[in-house]
């Protein structure tokens, strides 16, 4: 089976990291959620179906469970998703930090050369973080900013955040329809 690893850190855009979840199963993932204790209450304030969708993950842990198998380059996966990521996780994933289990799955990731994709959702930028993503791109990680596009005619909110989501999953080679492409100019 195709394994994924999906963290939710203490950053708003919880929407993005829920319809990933989504995504992941439809795809057939089994899917290991990492919860940082900040992303426990974003989520509650975001999200109040949460837990109805994180039950969708086959398997779950918070960030003080160093010893989990994501955290060991022997865990094979497709790759590392950082959904909502926020400055604090991108400033240590970049360091090369690991600290936590977000920090070390995503340093392990790395080392291995499997994808990373980081979501930062804070804005705006300061140079520091500026200088932390050119970091993290440098180590190997794609910085993907939840931008959503308006070519594709939105009607609703969930349409901006299936956007972004499609654009991730496209970063990951994975293929969806969950947006209208562009096609240029006719």
């Known amino acids: 089976m195709k394994k994924i690893v999906l963290a939710l850190t ?8 829920l319809e990933l979840v989504r995504q992941f199963k439809s795809h057939g993932f089994e899917l290991h959620l990492v919860v940082s204790d900040a992303a426990q209450t974003v989520l509650s304030l975001e999200t109040p179906d949460f837990e109805s969708v994180t039950s969708m993950a086959d398997y779950i842990y918070n960030q003080k469970q160093l010893g989990a198998p994501i955290s060991s380059g022997s865990f094979i996966h497709s790759g590392m998703v950082v959904c909502p990521c926020s400055m604090a996780s991108l400033s240590a994933i970049a360091s090369g930090l690991g600290s936590n289990l977000i920090h070390r799955a995503a340093d392990v ?9 980081l979501v930062p959702r804070e804005m705006p930028y300061n ?10 791109h440098d180590s190997g990680a794609v910085i ?14 969930h349409d901006l955040v299936k956007h972004v989501a499609g654009k991730i999953l496209d970063s990951l080679g994975i293929e969806n329809s969950l947006f209208n492409r562009w096609e240029g100019i006719v």
Do not use: Q, W
């Not at 203490?10 to 990291?17: I, K, L, T, V």
């Open 10 to 17: 203490g950053a708003s855009g919880m929407p993005y990291g």
């Open 127 to 136: 140079r520091t973080h500026l200088k932390n993503m050119l970091r993290a």
């Open 109 to 117: 990731t790395l080392k291995e050369k499997r994808p990373l994709v």
């Open 144 to 157: 993907l900013p939840p931008c959503p596009g308006f070519y594709h005619s939105p009607d609703s909110i």
